[in-house]
């Protein structure tokens, strides 16, 4: 059984930071990347941004300059630190673990940017 938790949401005002975090725990084998997804209301859901085991990353195009990913790969922990909070930024997020055997979700965790 693999678990993601998730912190770091909340509400931030717009130009603000955020910081989420992600931990993967259980029977995690060769992980092939971690990334973060995000859905706002009456949207699809779409690639934030992603890291693989080799520390390659791919951001979407709205978030870049803005966002950093990162990861811990002793602690299976995936971060996103999120400057320069845009309105439209506001949505659930959730951590994605990418294995060999199958993919893995989050809960979500709920970022509000006010304008």
């Known amino acids: 059984q693999v678990q993601l938790v998730e912190s770091g949401g909340g509400l931030v005002q717009a130009g603000g930071s955020l910081r989420l975090s992600c931990a993967a725990s259980?029977?995690?084998?060769?992980?092939?990347?971690m990334g973060w997804y995000r859905q706002a209301p009456g949207k699809q859901r779409e690639l934030v941004a992603r890291i693989t085991s080799g520390g390659s990353t791919n951001y979407a195009d709205s978030v870049k300059g803005r966002f950093t990913i990162s990861r811990d790969n002793a602690k299976n922990t995936v971060y996103l630190q999120m400057n320069s909070l845009k309105p439209e930024d506001t949505a659930v997020y959730y951590c994605?673990?990418?294995?060999?055997?199958?993919?893995?979700w989050g809960q979500g965790t709920q970022v509000t940017v006010s304008s």
């Open positions: 994605m673990l990418e294995t060999i055997a199958a993919d893995y």
């Open positions: 259980g029977s995690i084998f060769s992980i092939n990347a």
